[in-house]
């Protein structure tokens, strides 16, 4: 318990330090010291949030509710009132707190004061909106996006490569070392008849580069070919080519590269016009291949297989049926794939955390793959982590499944394109075809597209299967990115006409110790900004980007009230002059842009500097 004493009083006395503590968890250390104060023997943490209702200050302790349960398991009576008092009383000074409030439930309201506010404001302009530190650095693997060659990228990897971009883009802010693989299907049997088929329709693909302009197509064409019981010696073909392949023949390796590359291409323009990380790296399941034997035999010897009607399996505690690690034909599986991939990620890049973004139709079976490296004795998991991160699936407006008009599957880049076309329109509808150049237009076509089409997805909980629909996210009310693009460039625009130059602010800035934010207005927006940390925190631990939607979405409403009573510029009301420049407030619009382009960039979304 010395240890967590030091730790808080720690944590209280950095103030301007290096670390950058959250409001949240200075005040946790506060109570903290407080509650030791006063019960010696308490071992528990303390337990602070914020408030909802302005009325009740900004952050609330719960703490002695919790103490009175407590209490009264020992046989002692105090009303937790009472307790709440004592621990206001034991408070370290500090320079956090203006007051505090208890209610007649034993709840203490925490009202902070001015000077802590926009001091830490003013650091966090100065330090150009820093990460939150962070207790540990990792070394973390995000699985994203991960499609399957020869299949079209359906919406369902369109979600795994937004949600999962994201995901790579926070741990990263907040220091974090990312590896972000992408886990693709180009291994198995559909290959054989992909090469056969391509030996007939490309004969000199050896020397020349063959032009399938359209893999889809050609994948169809060969699963025609295969299936048809007029071809025969095709069917045979096909095997033939998955043997060849699996001894790696460089004939087949060679037509097998082919194919492989016409998929990553068509990917890799889907990646390009939704700015998707060029860090992210394909390694998939023919990386794994020859693992799989090697990870057969551990099993085996480890006694962990058991045979029945020809097939190996392995039957995982707590999970309702057993993997297949080896069929009856002896060739291997998802699951033998992923065991593969598991421990190679665990034991050979040795990640702190290894993260799977995909459907939460794939849940059952990742868990039993974590739950069996765990009793293979692959990892423990005191010290790593693996962590299923599901989604819900997409559904059209008809709350069915996404499909086209004509009912089949949508293809992402007309998809893409619609919400081009979509947004152009939106936009001519404002006019803004009018007051914008040709690149500037395109450039904000291009934003609100694509940014809507993330945003709707990222703003909503992942976990909830969510309706894909372009009336919905390109409405320019409410919580969308065409909303906040919009507010963006307002609030940019505010400095640019104020005709205060960039280096003047600074200047002002660096002069000024703290801004002075005297109007409830402004320190209603400081409050907001602030939390800025505790909410990339939070969202770090759920990993539901939804809540740094959320806040962005809060963050823009706060300055729109900010905005209306607070003038930054006062003008003459009759010659239009200049009569008076408030620095502070137009220091205040550039930390709530400086703000939103962080939340922007976690988030995926390309603003614009005019719309
Ligand atoms: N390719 C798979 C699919 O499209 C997703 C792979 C996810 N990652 C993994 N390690 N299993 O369903």
Redesign the pocket.
């Known amino acids: 318990r010395k240890i967590h004493l030091q730790e808080a009083l720690r944590i209280r006395e950095s103030k301007s330090a290096d670390a950058i503590y959250t409001t949240q968890k200075r005040l946790e250390a506060l109570f903290h010291v407080a509650v030791v104060t006063v019960y010696p023997m308490i071992e528990e943490f303390v337990n602070i949030v914020n408030t909802c209702d302005p009325r009740h200050g900004d952050y609330q302790c719960n703490t002695a509710m919790q103490l009175c349960q407590w209490l009264k398991k020992q046989g002692k009576s105090e009303k937790a009132v009472d307790i709440a008092a004592l621990l206001v009383a034991a408070l370290p000074p500090n320079d956090l707190i203006e007051s505090t409030k208890i209610n007649p439930i034993g709840f203490v309201n925490v009202f902070l004061r001015n000077d802590y506010v926009t001091e830490r404001l003013t650091t966090l302009l100065r330090k150009n909106v820093p990460p939150p530190t962070i207790p540990k650095k990792f070394k973390v693997i995000v699985?994203?996006s991960?499609?399957?060659i020869a299949?079209e990228m359906h919406v369902?990897?369109l979600r795994?490569t937004i949600i999962g971009d994201s995901i790579a883009n926070l741990l990263e802010f907040v220091g974090h070392d990312v590896l972000r693989l992408s886990?693709?299907?180009d291994w198995g049997t559909q290959f054989g008849m992909l090469i056969a088929h391509l030996q007939d329709k490309f004969p000199n693909y050896l020397s020349v580069s063959p032009p399938i302009g359209d893999l889809q197509s050609f994948y169809r064409e060969a699963k025609v070919r295969f299936d048809d019981p007029n071809e025969p010696e095709f069917k045979k073909r096909a095997y033939n080519c998955v043997v060849e392949l699996q001894s790696r023949n460089p004939d087949s390796i060679k037509a097998w590269t082919m194919i492989v590359d016409v998929s990553d291409r068509e990917n890799k323009q889907v990646y390009k016009r939704l700015k998707i990380s060029d860090k992210l790296q394909n390694r998939?399941?023919s990386f794994y291949d020859e693992m799989m034997k090697d990870v057969v035999k551990q099993l085996d010897e480890g006694g962990h297989l058991k045979l029945e009607d020809g097939r190996k399996l392995m039957f995982v505690p707590d999970c309702p049926i057993p993997m297949t690690v080896v069929k009856s034909d002896g060739g291997f599986t998802?699951d033998t794939?992923?065991m593969a991939?598991?421990r190679h990620r665990l034991q050979v890049e040795k990640c702190d955390w290894n993260i799977?973004?995909?459907?939460s139709g794939?849940k059952g079976?990742?868990d039993m793959?974590i739950k069996a490296a765990e009793v293979v004795g692959w990892y423990n998991p005191s010290e790593q982590k693996n962590q299923f991160v599901g989604f819900g699936l997409v559904l059209g407006e008809d709350s069915k499944k996404f499909k086209t008009r004509s009912g089949t599957t949508i293809r992402l880049s007309e998809l893409l394109d619609e919400g081009l076309t979509r947004s152009a329109a939106k936009l001519q509808e404002k006019n803004r075809d009018k007051d914008l150049s040709k690149e500037e237009f395109e450039a904000a076509r291009d934003a609100v597209a694509y940014g809507c089409i993330k945003y709707a997805d990222l703003s909503k909980n992942r976990i909830s299967d969510y309706i894909f629909s372009f009336d919905k996210m390109l409405e320019d009310r409410g919580n969308t990115a065409v909303y906040l693009l919009y507010a963006y460039t307002r609030i940019r625009a505010i400095t640019r006409n104020s005709g205060v130059s960039a280096e003047s602010l600074q200047e002002y800035l660096q002069a000024t110790p703290r801004l002075p934010l005297d109007h409830p207005k402004e320190f209603k927006l400081a409050k907001k900004l602030i939390q800025f940390h505790e909410v990339i925190l939070s969202v770090l631990e759920s990993l539901l980007m939804n809540g740094l939607c959320d806040y962005v979405y809060e963050l823009s409403c706060v300055f729109t009230e900010f905005y209306d009573v607070c003038y930054c510029i006062e003008k003459d009301r009759k010659t239009g002059e200049i009569v008076r420049i408030h620095k502070h407030r137009l220091l205040l619009c550039e930390a709530t842009s400086a703000v939103m382009d962080r939340c922007f960039k976690i988030l995926g979304i390309t603003p614009v500097s005019k719309m």
């Open positions: 699985d994203y991960s499609p399957n299949k369902g990897h795994s886990h693709i299907g998939g399941e998802y794939s992923d991939t598991i799977y973004v995909i459907d794939q079976h990742i793959v």
